[in-house]
Structure formats: structure tokens, C-alpha cells
């Protein structure tokens, strides 16, 4: 039997005594590991909700890994790059790679009636993973992108058709300005997507692979590159590495070099700004974990203070000080228990509040997203649970030493 165990449930389960000055003290500690751990969860599943939306909408738009012709990757400017089915298999076959598309880019500009606006088409094939944008739909339809015909459909964002008052259905005009001279292609609106992430959203409109490549002036089995899906971001560099090793510096039969690099060297602004973010969660772990601490320090030195005659009459038993240690100890993770459970239905309740109801609204222009985007993460709750709870236990070990100073003829006269 457990004497220290069987000691702290009496002395918790005692605790309906409205005089006994630990009451409040008890319930302050309770609320204070609480609050703590809800604001803590709340954290964590604001900034994973905040990363992984952000990610994955940059990533929409450019994939994990693009590969395509050294000079393109490196200066920025078009060039093509030959992407038979020969290659497509080997970035196919890679290790880690899920998905493979090929994409095409060409600079134009937009004309209606009453304005205009410069804008990239981006030429996409049947292989094309439309899910992304399928979720961020607006109006109208996706249409069925070709590498073999040109439907002269459109795909544009909710900035575009506002800036040029389109709707689904509308045709509009796009002139193209290169070595070649002017050209003219009248598009239909199929549909309009809506992103928030106004440095894709601005610029760029969706179309057919053959519609793109035939503007450029490319051949059949040229294109600007190809954008890979990995199975697991985690290990990103990884797939890259190996797509170093077993493709970059081989040469098309045009004579071009290919070359990759992931999203993360594609825009090194914003996931650096993400990586921010972590700073600031750690910091917000560290003051709850701190309060949790400070207030079940405050209140196991209250409770000892009070239970001063039964520590005297446990050490008249017999009782040495650690197993007296050790009582208020299990009486003080009863109370971290409580707190924690408590602290899980609040902040569980308030990120569940969020996902469904999306009630803490942001500017989109601002932050990417409308609402506060959240996300559940059992581990790491479960890690939050467990940490916060001996982070607690070991800040109470030192104040425990003040029973070692208390003397049973003492504290038996106490009151």
C-alpha cells in the first residue's frame, strides 16, 4: 500500500471544509494550470493551423519541388525546358515524390471594356491536380486543361475579375507582347478562384498546357518545367537531394540543363515569417508553463502551512520527511490533474468553436486568411498534457523541503 498516496486522496477528498483557508488557494491553483493549458493549446493550434494553411496555399501554387531549365531556376526569366514522358517517369520513380504536372508560363495582358490588367497565364495539363484549387472556388468550374488542344478557357482569380468586372461566361481579350509582335487570343471565363494570397491571386490566371507552349513558340515536349509533390514535407531536402543527384546537370536534347529547387528557396519570405512564429509559441509555453508553476507553488506553501499539526502528528508517527514529501506531492498533482482537465475542455472547446464556426474573423489582405485558421494536433496535446504536469510536479519539489523544517512538539501546539 501506497501510504502517501492513501494520505493525499483523504486530504484531497477533505477539501469541503468552506473555513479551511486552502480552498481558494486550491482553486486558484486549479484555475491557474487551467488557463494555462488552454492558452498553451490554443497557441499551438492557432500557429500549426496558421503554418499549414499558409504552406499548403504557396504550395498550390508552385508545388513542393519544381524542376526546369538551370536558367529559369536560377535568373527568373523563361526558358524551356524539355519534359518528354521519358522524364516525367524518372520524376515519377523518384523516392518520396507522389505527383508530378508539367506547367508553362507566358506574360499577357487582360483587356475588357473598361480596363486592363498585366497578368501570367500558367499553362496546365490533364495532370494537373486541381484539388487545391477546387477548395478555393468561387464561382463557375474548373475546366479540363489539355497538352493536345486549346479550349481557350480561363481560370481567374476573385482580384481579377473585380479589378475587371468579369463574371463565368464572359469573353475577354489577352494580348501578348514578345519578339514576335503583338497577339491577340479571346478567352472565356470558366470560373473564379478565390486564394487570399494576394501575390498569387494578383497575377495569376489558369489555362490549357497547348495554349501556353504554342504562345511561347515552344515544341510539343518542351514546357517551363514540372512541379513534384512529396509524400512527406518533413523530409523535403531529402527528395531534393536525390533529385540532385539524378537529375540536375543532365542536358535535354536542346541543349538546356536541368535544374531543381524547392518552395521553400522559391519563396524564402514567407516561410521565414512562419519560422517566426514558432519563436513566439515557445515564448507563450514558457509564461503559462511559469504561471501554472508559480500559482501551484503559492499554493502547496498555503496548504502546508495549514496542515502544519498533521505533518507534527505524522512525524510523532514516525513519518520521515520524504514520505510526507511525497503525500503533499500526490495532493498537489491531484490538483494539476483537475487544472489540466480543465484546461483541456476550454481550450479544446474554444479551438473546436473555431473550426466549425470560424467566429474570430482576420484581414485577408493582411494575414492570407479570413478566419483564425486552427488545428488538432493529439500529440502534441497529449505532449502539452504531459509536460505542463512535470514541469508542475518539479517546481514543487523544492517548496516540499519546508516540511523538514517543521518540528512535531512545535507544530502540535500550533493551534
Not at 215 to 244: H, K, M, P, Y
Not at 380 to 390: E, P
Amino acid at each position: 500500500m501506497n501510504l502517501p498516496l492513501f494520505i493525499a486522496r483523504r486530504i484531497y477528498g477533505a477539501q469541503g471544509d468552506r473555513r479551511k483557508v486552502s480552498r481558494p488557494a486550491v482553486r486558484i491553483a486549479t484555475v491557474g494550470v487551467g488557463i494555462g493549458l488552454a492558452v498553451m493549446l490554443l497557441s499551438v493550434s492557432v500557429v500549426f493551423g496558421f503554418k499549414h494553411t499558409i504552406r499548403d496555399k504557396v504550395i498550390g501554387f508552385g508545388g513542393h519541388i519544381q524542376v526546369g531549365d538551370f536558367m529559369t531556376i536560377q535568373g527568373g526569366e523563361q526558358y524551356p525546358i524539355q519534359m518528354n514522358d521519358s522524364m516525367m517517369e524518372v520524376l515519377r520513380r523518384t523516392p518520396g515524390v507522389k505527383h508530378v504536372q508539367r506547367f508553362a508560363f507566358k506574360q499577357g495582358i487582360l483587356k475588357t471594356d473598361s480596363d486592363f490588367l498585366g497578368v501570367v497565364f500558367k499553362g496546365v495539363g490533364p495532370e494537373f491536380d486541381s484539388s487545391f484549387i477546387h477548395e478555393n472556388m468561387v464561382e463557375g468550374s474548373i475546366p479540363r486543361f489539355s497538352d493536345k488542344a486549346g479550349q481557350n478557357k480561363l481560370l481567374v482569380s476573385k482580384i481579377m475579375s473585380d479589378q475587371l468586372r468579369m463574371k463565368v461566361g464572359d469573353k475577354v481579350f489577352a494580348y501578348f507582347i514578345d519578339h514576335n509582335g503583338v497577339r491577340a487570343r479571346r478567352f472565356t471565363v470558366a470560373g473564379i478562384y478565390q486564394t487570399n494570397l494576394s501575390a498569387y491571386d494578383k497575377v495569376t490566371c489558369f489555362t490549357d498546357l497547348y495554349t501556353v507552349k504554342k504562345l511561347n513558340g515552344w515544341e510539343d515536349d518542351q514546357v517551363s518545367g514540372a512541379e513534384l509533390t512529396v509524400n512527406d514535407f518533413t523530409r523535403l531536402q531529402e527528395t531534393e537531394d536525390i533529385l540532385i543527384e539524378k537529375v540536375n546537370r543532365t542536358i535535354d536534347r536542346y541543349g538546356e540543363t536541368y535544374s531543381s529547387r524547392t518552395i521553400q528557396e522559391i519563396n524564402p519570405g514567407i516561410f521565414k515569417w512562419l519560422e517566426l512564429l514558432d519563436l513566439n509559441v515557445w515564448i507563450i509555453l514558457a509564461l503559462m508553463i511559469a504561471v501554472a508553476g508559480v500559482t501551484m507553488v503559492s499554493g502547496l506553501l498555503i496548504i502546508i502551512l495549514e496542515r502544519t499539526t498533521m505533518i507534527g502528528v505524522l512525524k510523532a508517527l514516525g513519518a520521515r520527511n520524504r514520505a510526507i514529501r511525497h503525500t503533499f506531492l500526490w495532493f498537489a498533482s491531484f490538483i494539476i490533474a483537475k487544472g489540466l482537465l480543465l484546461g483541456d475542455v476550454i481550450g479544446l472547446g474554444l479551438i473546436l468553436l473555431q473550426k466549425f464556426t470560424g467566429f474570430v474573423k482576420l484581414d485577408a489582405a493582411t494575414y492570407y486568411v479570413s478566419t483564425v485558421p486552427v488545428e488538432i494536433n493529439l500529440p502534441v496535446i497529449i505532449l502539452l498534457n504531459i509536460a505542463t504536469l512535470l514541469v508542475s510536479v518539479f517546481v514543487l519539489i523544492a517548496p516540499s523541503y519546508l516540511i523538514s523544517h517543521i518540528h512535531p512538539a512545535r507544530s502540535m501546539r500550533y493551534e
